[in-house]
């Protein structure tokens, strides 16, 4: 397999939720969680969305899955429509594609055996039962560094980096090619996530495994992935090669992020910059860029026109006015 | 602590328990135990009251109230089991699904079972029987009719919770039916409720029974019915108020224990006193 | 308030003609074919027949549902297949036997039921909740007609201090309370029982709320403090569970009616099973289920003034 064709491509996914709300004159209220998000992941590769919360960077992860349909928009997963896919298609695609939950203590159904939730997974894909399934089960938890005695167990004996272990087991049962991690590791120990990430980052060059690493937290993702790509209000506004975005990045809002996140050089500390006004609802997002209202490069375009995401060369791209030489000749 | 070890330690739920195996043993045993043939005549010792041969006294055929009781605790038991295991299967899957699929149809099927609940369950039972003749299975029809949305209700607040979580997302992401998710995934997380739910409802269903057997809806005689005999009783209630007193104390026992194990039970899973 | 109770009868519209559907679907399509169900397994052809036409059961069954439900809607419960009378006059006749009963046993529930369970929640885990919980559990496990045979038994066999019959004449007032008295207590201490109950569990979350605390502390007696903060907070859960309960209520009184013999819907409901009275039968779940939805939109009415967030 060519090392450029894309595993999964993403192209301007939407969702958006409709409220309906009093009686008997109901408001409606349109959320636009996810707009226009595109994305392509080569095997083999790790890509962080990074974003606040609530910007919808867990929504586009689910719609690209399906796990809630998109209102618009196109995902192929090696060339094939999964938007479209029903019934037996779209089961060899989910089969391909798994998610490993943030939170371990609900990811797991507590009525169910570690050693039946592993099994489960392989008799509905045919791909091992009875002794075998049992056996494959036993060598999966090996792998992610449990012990095979666990089986048997009930997930309220494990503790939540265990639990995450399990659930990781789970995803790689049905031999996945892409792994989307929902912010994997933010709710567990801080001494335990390092454990996790490692786990992760093992299996992925093991297995030759692509990642979506949905995640807030930068220096998680910045020592994990390949590339990045910054949302905000339902856009990805940067994107590019970990180390260059996060070193140097292009939009004012990534830049933000940046500054606001924890900085590993101690010589830096302390820089940190004050967060202007709060984040727009998506509901009622902004006109034009939907950062203007906080950002301090605000023009005049800023608040009339959506910047497209534009390339910029080595791999970068950027939807900031600050950056089209048209728009920045004409202020 | 687990839920059981729990209600175990309410001595008033180890009452009810103790009540209702009690009756549940009389029943079962009855054939070996009851001391005459239940539906026997006998002229000659007819209306007598509690002596050394008739513990309990006779009925106005002189057929032994003891051994009819035993037999007719068959039918209570047969008849608000039947009732209630059809209203947990039928309101559970109805409760699950509308949960599950949500939105409009859940709407419209919740409202509908809003309206059978807002029923007069008697009158509901009674018109059902009178309408469909009185035997057993139209009894256990009648009477998990007035139950089903209730049991609707109790599966759906928790599916709706369930449905939210991770695992239910992973099922899918794994590829799982709708109907394995539900069946496989959902309902072993909302059985125990709606088994405590049934034990409470039991006795809701024993005494739904025995009023329509008191109304004259019950299984035909000569079987014996604890409402029947109740009413049997309350017509020779001049000549022999026992006739009317033992049945009632049955049927009033039974549902006392019932409600005693269903209240233990329900204080015991309630999560809001557990600490897990 | 005034939006608030426009929507409430809004509302019930569609509740009303859901009741009326599923009566339609118990009494016509359940039993299969109602004239057979009526004459019996040996009826002829021709009789069977012949009751289908004058039971306006041998047109389509679309034609009957909106048959039906258009009659309903316009106040028309039909007339009884036996006295050819129509059943709102039947009913009417008997009406205040049965009115008297049910609010009778409402006053008795509420007025037993109240005041324990705030004496029981007041001792929580002393002698005295135990002892209510237990009596209260006893009591809702009592159907009816056995608490009511017991109570004839004593009360007007044993003790004779009451009629063992409960028929009154309704313009001799004194009478007609005398005779009330042991129906009413039979179906008002089932209810207390369930009153009992809820006053109790609702009283125990209302008082440990924090204005109550504050109330407390600041000085307010605690006899006002109870009776006014907490029994108000409390109120909202009271009146739903009696709103709830008037379905058991109705169940209840026709129990009552029969053990008593006192004129009334349950003695009409019962005469008419034993006719095989089918139009009566069905006039009566009519009737019941208007009376159903009433109740349940007053329960919402008094919810909105007893509560001011459901206003909007």
């Known amino acids: ?331 | ?276 | 308030m005034m939006g608030f109770v426009i929507r409430r009868l809004l509302a019930a519209i569609p509740t009303l003609l859901a009741v009326l559907t599923l009566v339609f679907i118990i009494v016509r399509i359940v039993p299969g074919d109602p004239a057979m169900v009526i004459l019996g397994d040996q009826a002829t052809p021709e009789a069977a027949a012949a009751l289908r036409s004058r039971l306006g059961i041998d047109v389509p069954i679309w034609t009957q549902y909106l048959r039906f439900v258009g009659a309903a809607l316009t106040g028309d419960f039909g007339a009884s297949m036996v006295t050819s009378r129509p059943i709102l006059a039947e009913v009417g006749a008997v009406l205040p036997h049965t009115v008297d009963l049910t609010l009778a046993a409402m006053l008795v529930g509420v007025a037993v039921g109240v005041p324990v369970g705030i004496w029981a929640a007041l001792h929580r885990n002393g002698a005295i909740d135990v002892a209510a919980r237990l009596l209260s559990l006893i009591g809702l496990s009592f159907p009816v007609f056995v608490s009511g045979i017991f109570l004839l038994l004593a009360f007007a066999l044993h003790w004779r201090i009451f009629p063992v019959i409960g028929a009154a004449d309704l313009s001799d007032i004194p009478d007609r309370l005398y005779k009330l008295v042991l129906p009413a207590l039979t179906l008002g201490l089932v209810m207390a029982a369930y009153i009992t109950r809820v006053t109790r569990s609702a009283m125990l979350a209302s008082l440990s709320e924090d204005y109550i605390r504050t109330a407390r502390a600041k000085g307010v007696p605690w006899r006002r403090v109870v009776w006014v903060h907490g029994l108000r907070n409390a109120s909202l859960p009271i009146v739903t569970v009696v709103g709830l309960y008037v379905g058991i209520l109705i169940g209840n009184s026709v129990l009552t009616e029969i053990v008593f013999n006192r004129p009334g819907l349950g003695k009409v409901i019962v005469g008419a099973l034993n006719q095989r009275d089918y139009t009566m039968l069905q006039g009566l779940m009519v009737i019941y289920c208007f009376l159903i939805v009433v109740v349940n939109l007053v329960t919402d009415l008094l919810y909105g003034v007893l509560d001011p967030r459901v206003k909007t």
């Open chain 1, 1 to 331: 397999m060519s090392n450029d064709a894309p595993l999964l491509q993403v192209t301007g996914l939407r969702k958006h939720f409709i409220m309906r709300q009093g009686f008997p004159t109901s408001r409606t209220t349109i959320i636009r969680a996810v707009e226009d998000v595109s994305l392509t992941i080569r095997p083999g590769e790790a890509v962080g969305l990074v974003g606040e919360s609530g910007c919808g960077k867990s929504t586009a992860a689910r719609a690209m899955l399906r796990l809630i349909e998109p209102t618009a928009g196109r995902v192929r997963f090696k060339g094939q429509d999964v938007l479209t896919a029903r019934g037996d298609a779209l089961k060899t695609i989910r089969r391909k594609m798994q998610m490993v939950f943030q939170d371990p203590y609900s990811s797991l159904n507590p009525r169910q055996t570690i050693g039946s939730a592993l099994m489960e997974p392989m008799r509905v894909h045919h791909i091992a039962t009875g002794a075998q399934a049992r056996a494959r089960a036993a060598a999966q938890l090996d792998e992610v560094g449990l012990p095979a005695n666990a089986l048997d167990r009930y997930p309220h004996e494990f503790s939540g980096g265990q639990r995450q272990r399990i659930g990781i087991a789970r995803a790689l049962t049905v031999e996945p090619e892409l792994i989307v991690a929902d912010e994997p590791v933010s709710a567990l120990d801080v001494s335990v996530q390092a454990q996790v990430l490692l786990l992760l980052r093992e299996l992925r060059t093991r297995r030759g495994l692509a990642f979506l690493f949905v995640s807030h937290d930068l220096s998680v993702v910045r020592w994990f992935c390949d590339r990045v790509a910054v949302m905000y209000l339902g856009r990805i506004v940067e994107e590019g090669p970990v180390a260059e975005v996060l070193r140097a990045p292009l939009h004012p809002y990534a830049n933000m992020l940046r500054e606001a996140s924890p900085e590993p050089d101690p010589a830096r500390r302390g820089k940190l910059p004050r967060i202007i006004g709060e984040i727009p609802s998506a509901a009622a997002p902004p006109t034009g860029c939907a950062f203007h209202p906080r950002c301090m490069g605000a023009m005049q375009a800023c608040a009339r026109v959506v910047p497209p995401l534009r390339p910029l060369g080595g791999g970068r791209a950027v939807a900031c006015h600050l950056y089209d030489p048209a728009v920045a000749a004409a202020n």
């Open chain 2, 1 to 276: 602590m687990g839920a059981l070890a729990r209600a175990r330690q309410n001595p008033t739920t180890t009452a009810g328990a103790v009540i209702t195996l009690l009756i549940v043993a009389a029943a079962v045993l009855a054939p070996f135990l009851a001391p005459y043939d239940p539906t026997e005549q006998d002229i000659m010792s007819r209306l007598q009251g509690p002596s050394a041969e008739f513990w309990l006294g006779t009925d106005q055929f002189g057929r032994d109230i003891l051994s009819r009781l035993m037999f007719g605790a068959q039918i209570s038991l047969t008849v608000s089991l039947g009732a209630i295991a059809c209203a947990i299967v039928i309101g559970g899957v109805i409760g699950m699904v509308s949960g599950y699929v949500g939105g409009r149809f859940d709407l419209i099927v919740m409202q509908m079972m809003d309206v059978l609940l807002s029923f007069p369950s008697l009158i509901l039972g009674l018109i059902v029987v009178a309408l469909l003749g009185p035997d057993l299975i139209n009894l256990v029809i009648a009477i998990a009719l007035t139950a089903i949305a209730p049991f609707a209700r109790i599966a759906r607040a928790p599916t709706l919770v369930l449905k939210e979580r991770a695992f239910v997302e992973a099922g899918h992401a794994l590829g799982y039916s709708h109907t394995r998710i539900l069946f496989r995934h959902i309902l072993p997380n909302i059985l125990s409720e709606l088994l405590v739910m049934g034990s409470l409802w039991m006795a809701t269903a024993v005494r739904t029974e025995a009023s329509l057997s008191f109304i004259g809806l019950g299984v035909k005689p000569p079987t014996p019915t604890w409402g029947g005999m109740t009413r049997d009783g309350f017509e020779n209630i001049l000549d022999a108020p026992w006739l009317a007193i033992f049945p009632g104390v049955a049927i009033l026992l039974l549902v006392l224990g019932l409600n005693m194990v269903g209240d233990g039970l329900r204080d015991a899973t309630d999560p809001k006193l557990r600490h897990e």
